[in-house]
Protein backbone atom coordinates (compact mmCIF):
# COMPACT_ATOMS: atom_id res chain seq x y z
CA UNK A 1 0.00 0.00 0.00
CA UNK A 2 1.16 3.39 -1.03
CA UNK A 3 1.76 6.21 1.47
CA UNK A 4 3.05 9.41 1.29
CA UNK A 5 3.57 11.77 4.47
CA UNK A 6 4.89 15.38 4.80
CA UNK A 7 6.20 17.08 7.86
CA UNK A 8 7.70 20.27 8.06
CA UNK A 9 5.04 22.63 7.35
CA UNK A 10 4.69 25.81 10.00
CA UNK A 11 4.15 29.60 10.32
CA UNK A 12 6.96 31.59 9.18
CA UNK A 13 8.04 35.39 9.05
CA UNK A 14 8.72 36.09 5.15
CA UNK A 15 11.75 36.14 4.52
CA UNK A 16 12.70 32.68 6.31
CA UNK A 17 13.29 29.32 5.33
CA UNK A 18 11.57 25.84 5.99
CA UNK A 19 12.13 22.60 5.05
CA UNK A 20 9.36 20.08 3.86
CA UNK A 21 9.88 16.21 3.96
CA UNK A 22 7.58 13.82 2.11
CA UNK A 23 8.37 10.04 3.45
CA UNK A 24 7.61 7.53 1.26
CA UNK A 25 6.56 3.20 1.20
CA UNK A 26 5.27 1.09 -0.84
CA UNK A 27 6.96 2.87 -4.40
CA UNK A 28 9.40 1.43 -6.67
CA UNK A 29 11.67 4.53 -7.12
CA UNK A 30 13.13 3.69 -9.78
CA UNK A 31 10.02 4.02 -12.37
CA UNK A 32 8.06 7.01 -10.50
CA UNK A 33 8.20 11.22 -10.64
CA UNK A 34 7.22 12.60 -7.57
CA UNK A 35 6.47 16.04 -7.06
CA UNK A 36 5.31 19.02 -4.57
CA UNK A 37 1.62 20.66 -4.87
CA UNK A 38 -0.16 23.88 -3.00
CA UNK A 39 -3.23 24.82 -2.71
CA UNK A 40 -4.11 28.11 -1.24
CA UNK A 41 -7.90 28.96 0.02
CA UNK A 42 -9.78 29.45 -3.31
CA UNK A 43 -7.61 29.00 -5.79
CA UNK A 44 -6.36 25.58 -7.89
CA UNK A 45 -3.66 23.08 -6.88
CA UNK A 46 -0.59 23.74 -8.35
CA UNK A 47 3.09 22.64 -8.63
CA UNK A 48 5.69 24.14 -6.87
CA UNK A 49 7.93 21.37 -8.30
CA UNK A 50 8.57 17.94 -8.89
CA UNK A 51 11.54 15.28 -9.52
CA UNK A 52 12.32 11.87 -11.77
CA UNK A 53 13.11 9.69 -9.50
CA UNK A 54 15.31 7.63 -11.30
CA UNK A 55 17.17 10.98 -13.34
CA UNK A 56 17.03 13.06 -10.94
CA UNK A 57 15.33 15.58 -13.49
CA UNK A 58 13.56 18.36 -11.85
CA UNK A 59 11.22 20.99 -12.62
CA UNK A 60 10.18 23.95 -10.98
CA UNK A 61 7.39 26.42 -11.33
CA UNK A 62 8.42 30.11 -12.67
CA UNK A 63 7.14 31.52 -9.41
CA UNK A 64 9.49 29.65 -7.01
CA UNK A 65 12.45 29.18 -8.89
CA UNK A 66 16.13 30.18 -7.48
CA UNK A 67 14.11 30.01 -3.97
CA UNK A 68 13.28 26.26 -3.94
CA UNK A 69 15.24 23.15 -4.23
CA UNK A 70 13.59 19.69 -4.56
CA UNK A 71 15.79 16.44 -3.78
CA UNK A 72 15.75 12.81 -2.92
CA UNK A 73 17.08 10.74 -0.66
CA UNK A 74 16.39 7.14 -2.30
CA UNK A 75 17.88 5.51 0.48
CA UNK A 76 15.80 6.91 3.04
CA UNK A 77 12.82 6.97 0.13
CA UNK A 78 12.06 10.42 1.57
CA UNK A 79 11.59 13.75 -0.81
CA UNK A 80 12.32 16.93 0.63
CA UNK A 81 11.47 20.67 -0.11
CA UNK A 82 13.66 23.49 0.34
CA UNK A 83 11.60 26.79 0.71
CA UNK A 84 14.16 29.60 0.96
CA UNK A 85 13.15 33.18 1.08
CA UNK A 86 9.58 32.25 1.54
CA UNK A 87 6.85 35.08 0.75
CA UNK A 88 3.28 35.36 1.83
CA UNK A 89 2.26 34.29 -1.23
CA UNK A 90 3.77 30.87 -0.94
CA UNK A 91 1.43 30.44 2.16
CA UNK A 92 -0.71 27.13 0.97
CA UNK A 93 -1.36 23.49 2.02
CA UNK A 94 1.80 21.77 0.50
CA UNK A 95 0.89 18.52 -0.95
CA UNK A 96 3.33 15.21 -1.43
CA UNK A 97 2.68 13.30 -4.77
CA UNK A 98 3.56 10.33 -6.74
CA UNK A 99 2.54 9.66 -10.10
CA UNK A 100 4.19 7.42 -13.14
CA UNK A 101 7.53 7.99 -14.90
CA UNK A 102 6.29 10.38 -17.78
CA UNK A 103 4.08 11.56 -16.24
CA UNK A 104 3.53 15.73 -17.19
CA UNK A 105 5.02 18.06 -14.86
CA UNK A 106 2.31 20.67 -13.37
CA UNK A 107 -0.86 17.91 -13.98
CA UNK A 108 -2.84 16.71 -10.89
CA UNK A 109 -5.13 14.78 -12.05
CA UNK A 110 -2.22 12.68 -13.65
CA UNK A 111 -0.23 12.11 -10.12
CA UNK A 112 -2.22 8.77 -8.41
CA UNK A 113 -1.26 8.95 -4.92
CA UNK A 114 -1.29 11.91 -2.49
CA UNK A 115 -0.28 12.78 1.27
CA UNK A 116 -2.39 14.30 3.47
CA UNK A 117 -0.86 17.63 3.23
CA UNK A 118 1.05 20.29 5.43
CA UNK A 119 0.24 23.73 5.94
CA UNK A 120 2.72 26.44 5.64
CA UNK A 121 1.95 29.63 6.63
CA UNK A 122 4.38 32.91 5.73
CA UNK A 123 3.66 36.17 7.75
CA UNK A 124 4.28 39.30 5.92
Known amino acids: QVQLVESGGGLVQAGYSLRLSCAAS????????MGWFRQAPGKEREVVAA????????YYADSVKGRITISRDNAKSTMCLQMNRLKHEDTAVYYCADGPAGVPWGAPGSYGYWGQGTQVAVSS
Open 51 to 58: IRWSTGMT
Open 26 to 33: GLTFSSYT
